[in-house]
């Protein structure tokens, strides 16, 4: 029995039990010590089974829009498990398998949420759907294998080779310029980023040595998505509406979004006396052949970046910075926004299919999807030129049916810094930062004339790809990392705009300056660790003024002083492997927020501008943006065995 169990675990982490005449020994005596639930082995080989638990709640009030509405607030506690296994055998082959479950208590859609699929009546599109499971399943969230190059190949053995492939941690720098957290949420670029990991991409890593203990090398290679993995997908007419693709609509092979990443460590120097200086010099590549600007697949992007990284590590003092630049370019395509939608008829009550941009040349309401007209739009000539142009005598293009396709050119910038001066060997420590990325409005979104979108041009905001940076040693709890505030671009011009403010988010238009101390002391005779920040943050490009009463944005730019923030967090082993923490943060919005106030971000946002008084700006009643100060509390329970 006791045999069938532990073959058992080593099929979890993938590495098959070898026939043996030594039974493999359990080690119960290596739970305290090692913080391990169970360890197993003998002289072939070894393993181990570790459980982790988080149970936190968090308090949140004027987080969301820093409106005085006492809607804006929320609170909820949450749980994640993460059981990890790991085996290593011969000293030459390890594996790893990490399974995570999580959710917020009492919300049954927080556990598994499926992604979103359209929905057709008839010919047309009728919105999106998804789904959720309300039952607590694990996923994977890290499985890989690590081996030796040099024992596989049989090669010299003075310069260690490896190669790991499956999905694991891996990032440039601190994670800014290409971090680990896989696609989870958009940009507005539509690169994905987010510093809550529940899965790492697959892929595979070559590292090794290039001069044992002073330079080392890392080669990574990740597949983000592939929409060419079966014969459906292949041929999926993504391209219909591509203007010039009516013949060719297909997908065709090789819809590969691929990373390709590698980095030098190089250790300058490592006496103890002095410290240790570590310079990483890497450069990282990401083809994204279908990115969605306004249509499944309407642009593709080819992003490099270039960076340097340095940490030095002494015995007083701690310092790190990194540099980074963005190169490449975001092509977007010349595509037609006629689209077959749902929609009642106001004549007789019924619902039927319509196109979005092709009107009737009498009356100009939208033309109803009828046989006669499907033969002639589908056979009409295509591209800008013929914007608001009559079709036949019966049906007429809208102004702004047809996008003149247009490259954005990538010119992003970014540089960090921070250090600590050390006291009391490191126990108390005084902390300091500096970071700027370089920041523009969305090239993709002219809200007042698409038009004027639709050119060629240069895009100076830094994109961080998957990052997860929030902060090495001064961490932000509000502006960087998952729990940003809201940073609008600029608006409309008038309530005639064609949308709203695009929001940005993460390392990008961004200044901000910081410090505090890090301190390693006892309380109540258990070790704690106390540490205290304040940042003040601003824009690195302005954006425009907004006038809530008249609501329209001015020609007049807003400060760009987002504000301050102030952030403590106490973390206390109680016993063992059990660790409490608290957290609490306070949110100052700066000029930059009375300049913007009242600026909606929807419909329902823009709706509700019209109960303000005529008179002034009040919104304690309706949910939009403000200037009170945000609060979040944070307290919890980390538990390791």
């Known amino acids: 029995m006791k045999l069938r169990l532990i073959a058992y675990v080593y099929a979890l982490v993938g590495v098959t039990a070898i026939a043996q005449d030594k039974e493999l020994v359990v080690k119960p005596s290596a739970v305290k010590k090692s913080a391990k639930l169970m360890s197993f082995g003998n002289d072939k080989g070894s393993g181990e089974i570790s459980l982790t638990n988080i149970t936190e709640g968090t308090y949140a009030k004027h987080t969301e829009l820093f409106s005085a509405s006492k809607l804006d607030q929320y609170f909820n506690a949450k749980s994640s498990w993460n059981m990890t296994f790991k085996a290593q055998v011969d000293e030459w082959i390890e594996a790893k398998l990490a399974l995570r479950t999580k959710a917020t208590w009492g919300t049954e859609t927080s556990i598994i949420t499926t992604t979103e699929s359209s929905v057709k009546i008839g010919d047309g599109l009728a919105g999106d759907h998804k789904h959720f499971v309300s039952k607590l399943v694990p996923w994977v969230k890290e499985a890989w294998i690590d081996f030796s190059l040099n024992k596989a190949l049989g090669i010299d053995e003075s310069l260690s080779h490896h190669m790991k492939v499956g999905s694991f941690d891996f990032k440039l720098g601190r994670g800014i310029s290409l971090g680990a957290a896989y696609a989870t949420s958009g940009g507005i670029l539509g690169f994905y980023s987010s510093s809550v990991i529940d899965q790492y991409a697959f892929g595979s890593l070559i590292y090794g040595d290039i001069y044992k203990d002073k330079l080392s090398y890392n080669f990574y290679t990740a597949m983000l998505e592939n929409s060419s993995d079966k014969f459906s997908r292949v041929n999926e007419p993504v391209y219909a509406s591509a203007v010039g693709h009516r013949e060719k609509p297909q997908r065709g092979p090789g819809a590969l979004n691929l990373v390709v990443a590698s980095n030098l460590k190089w250790t300058v120097m490592d006496p103890s006396e ?368």
């Open 274 to 641: 002095l410290g240790k200086l570590t310079v990483e010099p890497y450069v990282m590549f990401n083809h994204a052949p279908e990115q969605k600007i306004e249509f499944t697949a309407d642009a593709s992007s080819r992003l490099a970046t270039f960076g340097l990284a340095t940490e030095f590590v002494g015995n007083r003092f701690e310092w790190g910075c990194e540099f980074a630049a963005n190169a490449g370019a975001q092509k977007v395509l010349s595509w037609d926004r006629n689209q077959i939608t749902v929609l009642r008829d106001g004549n007789d009550g019924a619902v039927k299919n319509f196109y979005s941009h092709v009107k009737m040349v009498s009356g100009g309401a939208k033309a109803l999807v009828i046989d006669t007209a499907k033969t002639a739009v589908n056979s009409s000539a295509q591209g800008i030129a013929f914007n608001g142009k009559a079709i036949d005598g019966t049906y007429i293009n809208a102004d702004d049916r047809f996008r003149a396709g247009y490259t954005n050119k990538y010119k992003g910038l970014m540089f960090i810094s921070d250090g600590a001066w050390c006291f009391n060997e490191k126990k108390f420590k005084l902390v300091g930062t500096f970071g700027w990325a370089t920041g523009d409005e969305d090239p993709n979104a002219n809200l007042d004339d698409l038009a004027d979108s639709e050119v060629d041009g240069d895009y100076q905001g830094f994109i961080g790809l998957q990052e997860v940076y929030s902060g090495k040693r001064v961490p932000s709890f509000f502006v960087i990392g998952s729990t940003d505030v809201v940073r609008p671009l600029s608006s409309p011009s008038s309530l005639k705009g064609l949308g709203f403010a695009t929001k940005t988010s993460h390392f990008t238009n961004l200044v901000f300056v910081g410090g505090g101390y890090d301190w390693k002391t006892k309380l109540l005779g258990k070790s704690c660790t106390v540490r205290s920040n304040t940042l003040s943050y601003w824009q690195d490009k302005a954006t425009k003024k907004y006038d809530a009463l008249a609501k329209k944005s001015l020609d007049t730019y807003a400060s760009k002083h987002l504000g301050v923030e102030f952030n403590s967090s106490l973390r206390v082993t109680l016993m063992g492997e059990l660790v409490g923490y608290t957290s609490a943060g306070v949110f100052v919005p700066g000029q930059h927020y009375y300049d913007i106030k009242g600026k909606p971000l929807s419909s329902s946002q823009l709706k509700a501008l019209d109960s303000i008084d005529t008179t002034g700006f009040d919104d304690t009643n309706v949910p939009i943006i403000g200037t009170t100060p945000s609060i979040v509390l944070a307290w919890g329970l980390e538990l390791s065995f």
